[in-house]
């Protein structure tokens, strides 16, 4: 940096840090969730502390199914899909796969 521009921000040092200080407005959703059509809720502290989002009161408290149950419940042809998908260089579906056989060898040792 030049001599000019620490001088410029020493002058707007006050402006700059109350702009960095303020909060970021974050948008009231207009839609309700897209899942079920429930209201949503703004919740502090998720998915980690010092996050916020909105979230659909109805939809976060049902239980998840995990990535392995997921997995596990695919059809023939929806697996197909995947693994096309994976060989085409789809990386989520190269991943997917990977986590699935990662799985299919814990069940089996």
């Not at 042809?77 to 190269?94: F, I, K, N, Q, V």
């Amino acid at each position: 940096m030049h001599d000019t521009d620490l001088d410029a921000l020493r002058r707007q040092k006050a402006e700059l840090l109350e702009l960095l200080r303020a909060e970021v407005e974050v948008p009231v959703p207009s839609e309700p969730c897209g899942l079920c059509g429930g209201p949503l809720a703004w919740v502090e502290g998720w998915p980690s502390a010092g996050d916020c989002r909105w979230l659909c009161p109805v939809c976060s408290a049902s239980p998840t199914s995990s990535l392995a149950a997921v997995l596990a419940g695919l059809s023939t042809g929806e697996r197909r899909r995947l693994e096309a998908e994976a060989a085409a260089g789809d990386e989520l579906a190269r991943v997917l796969l990977a986590e699935a056989g990662g799985h299919a060898r814990e069940a089996t040792s």
